[in-house]
């Protein structure tokens, strides 16, 4: 979990980069790439930090089930 915060947080620094250099040399498909970069990053975070709550959830859930 902790590699994969790290990464995320690095693919974030370096998609908000490249959203930077995007919109600062007005090339719209580069600023663009850069945003869903950073969308992507952020969900990826998400994700990472929530992972034990998910598999807590899931698991208390299969456990009602049988």
């Given at each position: 979990m902790t590699v994969g915060l790290v990464l995320a947080v690095l693919a974030l620094i370096v998609?908000?980069?490249?959203?930077a250099l995007g919109a600062n040399s007005s090339n719209p498909h580069l600023a663009g790439r850069g945003k869903l970069g950073v969308l992507i990053a952020l969900g990826a975070a998400v994700v990472c930090g929530a992972s034990v709550t998910l598999v807590n959830f899931f698991w208390n859930v299969g456990q009602q089930v049988s």
């Open positions: 998609s908000a980069i490249v959203w």
